[in-house]
């Protein structure tokens, strides 16, 4: 494979992906084929869907209290202000 670097890139950080425009396709791929795990255990993550989240949600409450952690985002530009006010 060859790889022309950008003449015009005068930037000592940029790497060879960048420079050479492969950067966002290195993204896509890693983003899409990627396989993600958890820094800590090792465990392997993934994105569930809403209704994954709610069957996974109702499951653990027939266990007992679930508690649900959210971060409360104030006089920020679309928040969920107006659903969170009744």
Known sequence: MAV????L????????????GL???LRLLYARF???HCARCGAA?????????VERLVTLSERGP????????????GSHGTLLAF
Request: hydrophobic content about 40%; cysteine-free.
């Open 4 to 7: 022309g670097q950008n003449l």
């Open 9 to 20: 890139n005068r930037n000592p950080g940029s790497t060879l992906a960048s420079a050479s």
């Open 23 to 25: 950067h966002p396709f």
């Open 34 to 36: 990627g396989e993600r």
């Open 45 to 53: 993550l993934v994105v569930l869907t809403e209704d994954e989240i």
């Open 66 to 77: 679930v508690h649900v952690w959210a971060p409360l985002l104030r006089q920020v530009r």
